[in-house]
């Protein structure tokens, strides 16, 4: 027996994990994704699990949801402690759950300590339950910065302030529940100095409260590009990277949605329907190590399709990049400390100029790990 979409109507278990960094694509992956195969999606964003601040947040809306469901999302009482531990029980039960209605459950969302906590946590016994899918939607940092930091100025523009301002008071903690969520301690300062400050001086602060955001924003994502790649150091951890910076060279462009489909739901739609349907190179895609040469092998004709494929080193990175990687937004190509040297020769707007990645004590230029990661 078969569901409409062509695949076996047992799914063995079977898990896939959207991963990558804030304002990566994620969402729009896993709910076309979960669109092509009938899943469901567990959001693993610890701030999105809690109710309200959507715009903070930027939970999917209704529209962009395309009416998948989703789980572990808008659920949690803002002022709550939901730890990693909470996530993980409700995780498994939510997966539990899909499963059994024959579905496909998708976790997606960039907070990474839910995930390890999930995957690898209990002595292993997730593992000895499910398997698993590791897909991680990357680009150039000079990329993902530009995108974030454009993003914060249209979250102004949709009422970020109005939202922040909803739970300000004077003795609030921003450690816990939702108020950790960057975009609402960055507004504290301005929100205690706005009624004595005249017209210059608010619009001041406020602009110096918005690049904040951008900037903690952005640092947030070196700290989960660095998670990840310790993924890619653990046993277990395949990880199949697909490269989306041609993607984000075309945003609000013309040829956006084609390069979308190029580059990132194309192959990673292959990827998926291999590992569902057991029919082989979900760990060796064409053209990496392992595989035939020439990119011929039947089980893996996604690079013949969509672009080259092959192994992307990083440091002490080792993962599976598959699809649509020419070289031109390549992190060799981009500087990896946010600056505006990148892709085409052209350095993209809105970056944060003064983001550093490098960091061993969980924090990246003030930014607490655990806000949001």
Not at 134 to 149: E, G, K, R, T, Y
Not at 160 to 172: D, Q, T, Y
Not at 186 to 211: C, G, K, N
Not at 237 to 243: A, M, P, S, V
Request: proline share 3%; with cysteine.
């Amino acid at each position: 027996m078969e569901t409409p979409c062509g695949l076996p109507s047992r799914k063995d278990n079977k898990v896939v994990f959207v991963l990558g960094a804030t304002g990566s694509g994620k969402s729009k992956l896993a709910i076309a994704l979960a669109t092509q195969f009938d899943g469901e999606i567990i959001n693993s964003d610890k701030m999105q699990v809690y109710g309200g601040l959507d715009v903070i947040t930027n939970k999917v809306t209704k529209e962009e949801s395309a009416g998948i469901p989703h789980h572990l999302l808008g659920v949690v009482h803002p002022d709550a402690d939901f730890t990693a531990l909470d996530f993980r029980r409700e995780a498994v039960h939510a997966i539990d759950s899909i499963l059994g209605r024959g579905r496909v459950p998708i976790v997606a969302g960039g907070s990474n300590s839910y995930i390890e906590g999930l995957v690898d946590g209990e002595g292993g016994e997730f593992r000895s339950r499910y398997q698993c899918l590791f897909l991680w939607v990357d680009a150039a940092l000079p990329l993902l910065h530009s995108f974030v930091s454009a993003r914060v100025d249209r979250m102004a523009e949709k009422g970020l302030v109005e939202e922040a301002r909803s739970l300000f008071h004077a003795n609030a903690d921003y450690s816990r529940g939702i108020r950790r969520s960057i975009g609402v301690p960055e507004m504290d300062h301005y929100f205690r100095m706005e009624a004595s400050a005249d017209e210059e001086t608010r619009a001041r602060i406020l602009e110096a409260a918005v690049d904040e955001i951008k900037a903690n924003t952005c640092k947030l994502t070196c700290i989960q590009l660095q998670k990840i790649h310790r993924f890619c150091t653990l046993p277990g951890w395949d990880l199949h990277r697909i490269d989306a910076g041609e993607f984000f060279l075309k945003r609000g462009q013309e040829g956006e949605a084609e390069a979308w489909e190029k580059v990132v739901e194309s192959p990673s739609t292959e990827i998926v329907r291999r590992f569902l349907t057991g029919a082989g190179g979900v760990k060796h895609m064409a053209g990496e190590e392992g595989t035939a040469d020439d990119n011929k092998q039947d089980n893996g004709e996604v690079a013949d399709k969509h672009g080259t494929a092959g192994k992307y080193k990083d440091e002490n990175c080792e993962v599976k990049h598959v699809a649509g990687d020419d070289g031109a937004t390549d992190r060799k190509n981009a500087d990896e400390n946010g600056s505006e040297a990148g892709a085409n020769g052209e350095g993209p707007k809105n970056v944060v100029k003064d983001v550093k990645c490098e960091t061993e004590t969980g924090h990246v230029n003030g930014i607490a790990a655990n806000r949001e990661v």
